[in-house]
C-alpha cells in the first residue's frame, strides 16, 4: 500500500508551542520585561496565529521598547526557529512511511522562514516535498497549496492530511478528498459540521493510523 501523506509543521511534526516559549523567554531575558510579560506575550501571540507585525506592534507598545519593528522581526527571524526539534520517535515514523514507498509532504502556513525551522529540526530529509504559503501564494485551506504537493510528491492527490488545526487542516484537507486525522492536544472535536476520520496524539499514532 501506498500513497501520499501530507502534515501541516506547527504543532504537528513539530512541537511550535515548546520553541516558543523557549524563544520567549530569552526575549523577556534580553529586554528585561516585568514578570508578567511572559503571560501577555503568549496571550498576543494567539498560538502563533497572529500576524507577526501586529505581534511586535503590541509589544513595543505594551512594553515601551525602543527597537523598531523592522528590528524586532529581522531579530525574530533569525533567531526563533533555531528552537525547533523534531522528537526522535517522529523521525522514525516518517521513515516507516517512506520505507514503504509513501511520499511525504509538508504543508504549512507561514512565511519563507518555515524552511529554516525544518532545516533546524533536521527534518529536510525525512520529506518528499516542502508548500510553504507565503512562498506559493496560496495556503490552507485553499485547495491549491494541498494540489501542488500532490504534484511536488508526483502523487495524485489522495491520501491523508495531518494537521492539529481544525480550519486549516482537517476542514482543508477534507474539502479536497484527503481523509484527515486531528492532532488534539488533548483538545476535543467542536465543530459541529464535520469530524475527521481519526484523531491521534502523535506522530507515530498517526502513522499507525495510516498504515492499518
Ligand atoms: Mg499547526
New binding site residues.
Given amino acids: 500500500m501506498t500513497g501520499l501523506a501530507l502534515f501541516?509543521?506547527?504543532?504537528?511534526l513539530i512541537d511550535?508551542e515548546a520553541a516558543f516559549s523557549l524563544w520567549l523567554t530569552e526575549f523577556v531575558d534580553e529586554f528585561n520585561l516585568p514578570s508578567d510579560a511572559l503571560a501577555i506575550i503568549s496571550r498576543i501571540d494567539m498560538?502563533?496565529y497572529a500576524s507577526r507585525n501586529l505581534f511586535f506592534q503590541e509589544i513595543k507598545e505594551m512594553f515601551d521598547i525602543d527597537e523598531t519593528i523592522e528590528e524586532l522581526l529581522a531579530r525574530y527571524f533569525a533567531e526563533y526557529p533555531s528552537f525547533f526539534e523534531a522528537d526522535a520517535e517522529t523521525i522514525r515514523a516518517l521513515r516507516r512511511l517512506r520505507a514503504l514507498d509513501w511520499k511525504i509532504a509538508v504543508v504549512?502556513?507561514g512565511p519563507p522562514t518555515q524552511m529554516k525551522k525544518l532545516e533546524v529540526a533536521n527534518l529536510l530529509d525525512e520529506v518528499d516535498a516542502v508548500c510553504i504559503s507565503e512562498v506559493l501564494g496560496v495556503g490552507k485551506p485553499q485547495a491549491g497549496i494541498f494540489e501542488e504537493a500532490a504534484r511536488q510528491c508526483g502523487r495524485p492527490l489522495s491520501g491523508w492530511m495531518i494537521?492539529?488545526?481544525a480550519s486549516?487542516?482537517i476542514v482543508g484537507g477534507h474539502l479536497v478528498g484527503l481523509r484527515t486525522i486531528w492532532?488534539h492536544h488533548d483538545r476535543s472535536w467542536d465543530s459541529l459540521e464535520l469530524s475527521p476520520d481519526a484523531v491521534a496524539a502523535s506522530i507515530s499514532e498517526a502513522v499507525n493510523i495510516i498504515l492499518a
Fill in positions: 501541516d509543521l506547527d504543532d504537528t511550535r498560538n502563533g504549512t502556513n494537521g492539529d488545526s486549516y487542516d492532532m
